[in-house]
């Protein structure tokens, strides 16, 4: 009986050691071809210098659908199809124009609508200006006080936060849902300084909340350079010496159907079970969306080629998603998430990479337990740990995939992390290009998530 039991303990010492040396082999060609033969770094200057700007609802985000469904068949994917979506279609005509008034001086700065707003008046709007630091100083400044005025959100990024995501999403609430609340209380108009740490002269755009049958005010971003000088005149000046004037021309047009870019590989042992990875197709309209998404699309495309050249067959269907709309509506997602749960895929995990395309550093898990991240680490963190893609912990995933954790029951969710340095200096703005992604970083990145990919497949979660 001992004897057995020995003997029994042995074959599955040994079964384990062969499994680990078949997963370090198997991730060690995974590398060798994404920097070897890598595609995506080619694919993403197409991508950006060819289509470029492809915010939702417009021509080029056609396009872009168009050539990606086309990249995905050349890759010999099992599958790939379109999945319908209708989009919001938002533009921001001309370009917007902003001074500060100082007296008889107008000292004109630089400022972007912010995705989703209302245009001014044709003539534009000038009116005093209320610094603020958050919503709590607009409720607590009242009507009395906000009534025909410009609110100027102006808390800045907290450097204190190692990772800048976390200071994009304290900090963001400003650009989210400032012009909606600064309304309510009678505003004319909303300025909010740029969400980014950096000093510098680019406004950067993103999305706001607007309220389709409510009032709604023109809201734009200002330059972080620009936002300090008006702060300044504020304090020096005081009011009604300082004015603001701006004017934009942006509009939101009926939706337009767009679509879903899906390639799949269809699982050997379990084609209905699914791994999903993905990133957004659309951008904003400043920039080429080389970062934001461009390197994540072409990451989540990458790893499935990669499993295709080494002849990696998964046991669970793979899918690689590019989703439209994540900017301004994240219909592709919701949408995803809603055709999935109708057709009753399993999902066993959906990654999103939407963080950058810059050195990667792990994985997050969304909404896990300690027990759950500590397994995770005990399996798998001595097997990336080589190609410094080990730090696996809680934390957010995805706009995209969030949908998933509602009307798929038992989905992980897991953000790819690389480092966030530099991410927000360039994000929603015209210096978001592909000149600026390093060939290197993204394909360690998308080699990092296949690698993912291919444990969960083999090993489940
Ligand atoms: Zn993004």
């Given at each position: 009986m001992k004897k057995t039991f020995t003997l029994l303990c042995a074959a599955m010492v040994s079964a384990t050691l062969a499994n680990a040396q078949q997963d370090s082999l198997t991730i060690r060609k995974i590398y060798d071809e994404a920097l070897v033969n890598g595609k995506s770094y080619e694919s993403l200057r197409y991508l950006c210098k060819n289509i470029g700007q492809r915010i939702s609802g417009s021509a080029n985000a056609q396009k872009a659908v168009e050539w990606s469904k086309k990249l995905m068949e050349s890759y010999g994917f099992d599958k790939v199809y379109l999945q319908e979506v209708m989009v919001p279609h938002w533009v921001r005509g001309e370009k917007e124009t902003a001074f500060i008034i100082d007296g008889k001086n107008r000292i004109p700065v630089p400022i972007a609508a912010l995705g989703m707003t209302v245009a001014t008046p044709k003539e534009g709007i000038t009116a005093n200006v209320i610094e603020v630091q958050s919503l709590k100083d607009v409720e607590a400044l009242g009507e009395a006080v906000i009534k025909g005025k410009i609110v100027f959100f102006n808390r800045p990024f907290d450097p204190r936060f190692i990772e800048t995501g976390h200071a994009y999403g304290t900090a963001g609430d400003q650009r989210f849902m400032g012009p909606a609340v600064a309304a309510k209380y009678g505003a004319v108009g909303v300025i909010v300084r740029s969400l980014t740490e950096a000093l510098d002269d680019f406004p950067h755009t993103g999305a706001t909340l607007v309220d389709k049958d409510g009032k709604n005010i023109p809201a734009a971003a200002i330059s972080t350079k620009a936002a300090n000088k008006l702060s300044i005149m504020l304090k020096m000046r005081?009011?009604?010496?300082v004015k603001f004037y701006f004017k934009q021309s942006c509009q939101l047009l009926p939706d337009v159907l767009s679509y879903n870019v899906v390639g799949e590989l269809t699982g050997t042992e379990h084609p209905n079970k699914f791994i999903t990875v993905g990133g957004h197709l659309d951008s904003w309209d400043l920039a080429e969306g080389a970062h934001d998404d461009g390197t994540g699309v072409m990451q989540s495309a990458e790893a499935l080629r990669v499993f295709k050249a080494i002849g990696y067959r998964p046991k669970n269907s793979v899918r690689a998603v590019f989703f439209m709309n994540e900017e301004n509506g994240h219909k592709g997602g919701l949408k995803y998430a809603e055709l999935a749960a109708q057709n009753k895929e399993e999902h066993i995990a959906a990654i999103e990479t939407d963080e950058g395309g810059f050195t990667p550093r792990g994985f997050s898990f969304s909404d896990v337990s300690k027990e759950f991240i500590q397994k995770v680490n005990t399996n798998w963190k001595a097997i990336l740990e080589p190609y410094e893609v080990d730090q696996l912990t809680i934390g957010g995933a995805g706009t995209d995939i969030e949908p998933m954790k509602e009307k798929l029951p038992g989905v992980i969710l897991i953000g790819f992390r690389p480092d966030s340095q530099r991410y927000f200096d360039i994000h929603h703005t015209p210096n978001d290009v592909f000149e600026n992604v390093n060939k290197r970083e993204l394909e360690l990145g998308g080699a990092g998530i296949a690698a993912l990919i291919y444990l969960i497949d083999q090993h489940g979660l």
């Open positions: 005081k009011l009604p010496l």
